[in-house]
């Protein structure tokens, strides 16, 4: 009997110390809610600046039109004071005359269906709870995952645990001066396997390294995700960096750095219309140089200036680049490859209509001209799964046809 009531007794203590446990774990949890709750109202009051007038977009967006001085750039210290420059002060030879006058509308935006962004504004996207609610953290919300861009040399095999979930199909062009680049990149919309995956394409101006965690990255192209957008529509987008990716960068105007001056063009914001297989195609000019009088990186998209990112936010960027990449990624979190396709869906050997391209790339070099890359080499960690070639003729200058389907018979 007295056995039998030790038993119980032990029995009831062990009940109400895992009761006391589970009770325990769920008051951390439901402070840790409320603590990200609180985390991410801060967040979107920063973000988020007064608009003079708003836009609601077909596809669900929300576009403030923020005087241009209010805007996130001037969040950061070292451009609270700076004087906005509408223009460059200097055309390299054979680039493309430029709008700085507000007054052309080179990309269609769903947007714009509805309405203009007055003088003096700029167009930015409205960040909303749910776009911060599918972020991992409201801390890194808006980054990108550290360690995510192709490099040659992490394809060691005692490097791969850096490259799990991403997959690259790109052309490169590196250790040599560069101040710039241009590129025409194809248009497409990639339908995503799964919520978490995301496919783009896009060029990437580089300097310094991983192992010093003083990479500098400016990255401009279009992307779908979910994650960060909510749906699956193509999006024009930017990025950078100066300490690869650990705490410093983001996309589109999600943090101070770039200064828009466009009151047209949202980014971030939908883009159309996109390439259909066998059918119509459709691109968009991307031209990223460095002003060699005012330092700043100018980004244009067609004949049309979108802003810059001051020289003076980068470490190395604020000398040169050495090294460009333009290409395809697709990334998801599954340790798994997915049939989430780069591009248009199909392998590089298909050709026009029917791959993916990047057609006219030029480098601005050390001289500021522009010129064809001269040292271009091919990146693609798994050509199975999505592939990249290049050539070049007279009327496309050099160019690269990449992408492919994901998971298929022939890839793992």
């Keep these: 009997m007295a056995a039998a009531r030790a038993c119980f007794v032990v029995f009831v203590v062990v009940v109400v110390f895992l009761f006391l446990n589970r009770a325990e774990a769920a008051g951390r949890t439901a402070g840790w809610s409320v603590q990200r709750r609180q985390q991410m109202h801060s967040l979107l009051k920063r973000l988020n600046k007064k608009p ?19 805007q996130p750039a001037f969040d950061h210290p070292f451009i609270k004071y700076h004087a906005i420059q509408m223009c460059p002060s200097y055309l390299p ?91 025409t990149i194809n248009l497409w919309q990639p339908t995503l396997e799964r919520p ?4 783009l394409a896009q060029l990437w101006i580089k300097a310094g390294s991983y192992n010093n965690l003083d990479l500098n990255t ?22 950078w960096t100066r300490d690869a990716y650990q705490t410093t960068g983001c996309y589109n105007l999600r943090c101070s750095g770039f200064i828009q001056t466009s009151n047209q063009i949202a980014i971030g914001g939908s883009i159309s219309p996109v390439s259909i297989y066998n059918g119509s195609q459709y691109d968009i000019n991307i031209y990223i140089r460095k002003d060699p009088k005012d330092g700043n990186w100018w980004l244009q998209l067609n004949s049309y200036v979108l802003g810059y990112w001051p020289g003076f936010i980068f470490s190395h ?38 791959a993916s391209y990047i057609k006219n790339i030029q480098v601005l070099d050390s001289s500021n001209n522009l010129k064809s890359p001269s040292n271009i080499s091919l990146i ?33």
């Design 93 to 183: 030879e054979g680039m493309p005359e430029v709008a700085c006058d507000q007054s052309t509308k080179p990309i269609t935006q769903m947007w714009h269906q509805n309405g203009k962004c007055p003088d003096h504004t700029i167009p930015i996207r409205r960040i909303k709870e749910e776009d911060v609610l599918r972020a991992k953290s409201v801390k890194r919300y808006g980054m990108k995952r550290p360690r995510s861009i192709p490099n040659p040399m992490s394809f060691d095999n005692n490097k791969t645990s850096i490259l799990t979930g991403h997959q690259w199909a790109v052309a490169s062009s590196e250790d040599d001066i560069y101040y710039g680049t241009n590129a």
């Design 317 to 354: 960027l604020a000398d040169n680049a050495s090294s460009i990449n333009w290409g395809g990624e697709v990334y998801s979190p599954d340790a798994n490859q997915t049939t989430t396709p780069m591009g248009s869906g199909h392998f590089p050997e298909e050709g026009f209509g029917k």
């Design 52 to 70: 003079v007038t708003s836009i609601e977009s077909p596809d669900g967006d929300i576009i403030d039109c923020v005087h241009i001085s209010k």
């Design 196 to 199: 978490n995956d995301f496919s």
């Design 218 to 239: 400016i990255e401009a192209g279009w992307q779908v995700s979910q994650d960060i957008y909510g749906d699956n529509n193509t999006r024009i987008f930017i990025y």
């Design 380 to 412: 693609a960690r798994q050509p199975n799964c999505y592939n990249v070639l290049n050539s070049n003729n007279s009327d496309w200058g050099t160019y690269i046809y990449f992408g492919g389907p994901g998971k298929n018979p022939n890839c793992p």
